[in-house]
């Protein structure tokens, strides 16, 4: 069974770093798109970012530009997501996504995913 497993979330404090991995199993996913969603309590989820399969090519939603940085490592079947300057308003579960072509924004249009880790960041 595909498997994603995201890691590394946490408690942080305003203005401080975390590293999510996103780890995958069973496939290569290659030539997929893979991306991180994150869904706060009470509202939808949201494209925060994405990385096509070589890597070249990423987006980003406008709250995190300079922010957060995608990169993936093939040869450990690994998509990180490091996010520096963390903001209150970044709480929320992030999720690891993947998929061929999905329509990049849109959740429904990612056929594969991951139970998701908590991030919190205190004022």
């Known amino acids: 069974q595909v498997q994603l497993v995201e890691s590394g979330g946490g408690l942080v404090q305003a203005g401080g770093s975390l590293r999510l991995s996103c780890t995958y199993f069973?496939?290569?996913?290659?030539?997929?798109?893979m991306g991180w969603f994150r869904q706060a309590p009470g509202k939808e989820r949201e494209f925060v970012t994405a990385?096509?399969?070589?890597?070249?090519?990423?987006y980003y939603v406008d709250s995190v530009k300079g922010r957060f940085t995608i990169s993936r490592d093939i040869a450990e079947k690994t998509v990180y997501l490091q996010m520096n300057n963390l903001k209150p308003e970044d709480t929320a579960v992030y999720y690891c996504?993947?998929?061929?072509?999905?329509?990049?924004?849109?959740?429904?249009?990612?056929?594969?995913w991951g139970q998701g880790t908590q991030v919190t960041v205190s004022s």
């Open positions: 996504a993947a998929d061929r072509a999905p329509i990049l924004r849109v959740p429904s249009t990612y056929d594969y």
């Open positions: 069973e496939r290569t996913f290659s030539n997929y798109l």
């Open positions: 990385i096509t399969w070589t890597g070249d090519t990423t």
